[in-house]
């Protein structure tokens, strides 16, 4: 079923949505929260509280051109809440590496208080990704995004992990160079 008609059926509150979207979309979804928690279990919760709080959101937003893209920031927000909560007490090493490889290239939060600043920031970012080449833009958002690890990158894309790590590196080195000449001061 195409994506205008799952939101429709989300617009007159007709529980088939659910179904429809999780058959269309839920193998992508599940992925994506694994990736972030590693345990299957915890994953199709997040999946089932993406799909809920879709129903919950669709109306008002109606995504039928980003009906996927949607789903995948409400299971990853869903996923990023239970790592949070999971690693209070301990940090979760490889969410840290992640982090860790971006960090550096972001302002501070301090830099980004603001709501202004927050989207000039996002501006500035979805411009990048735009200006990128479409498999070294897959490879950023497969990466930072998704979460997904450098073997399994590297073996969806048929390379190893030093051309992977090393694509990536790159990347990371454009995007500073970027945002410095926007005027973000990392």
């Keep these: 079923m195409d994506d205008g008609r799952i939101v429709d059926l989300f617009l007159a509150r007709d529980e088939q949505a659910l179904a429809e979207a999780r058959a269309k979309y839920g193998g992508r979804l599940f992925s994506l929260a694994r990736n972030l928690l590693g345990d299957p279990e915890t994953?199709?919760?997040?999946?089932?509280?993406?799909?809920?709080?879709?129903?919950?959101?669709?109306?008002?937003?109606?995504?039928?051109?980003?009906?996927?893209a949607f789903l995948a920031k409400l299971t990853r927000a869903s996923a990023l809440t239970r790592v949070r909560?999971?690693?209070a007490a301990k940090r979760s090493a490889e969410l840290v590496e992640l982090t860790g490889e971006l960090e550096a290239l972001l302002p501070s939060p301090s830099d980004t208080e603001s709501e202004a600043e927050a989207r000039r920031l996002r501006s500035a970012m979805n411009a990048f990704l735009r200006s990128l080449p479409d498999k070294k833009r897959e490879l950023f958002v497969r990466r930072y995004w998704y979460c997904e690890s450098i073997d399994a990158i590297a073996f969806a894309r048929g390379t190893s992990q030093s051309q992977v790590k090393s694509a990536l590196f790159r990347i990371r080195k454009q995007l500073k160079a970027y945002l410095e000449k926007e005027g973000f001061s990392l």
């Design 43 to 68: 994953a199709l919760e997040c999946v089932s509280d993406a799909l809920f709080e879709a129903w919950n959101r669709i109306p008002p937003h109606e995504p039928r051109e980003y009906l996927f």
């Design 85 to 87: 909560a999971r690693s």
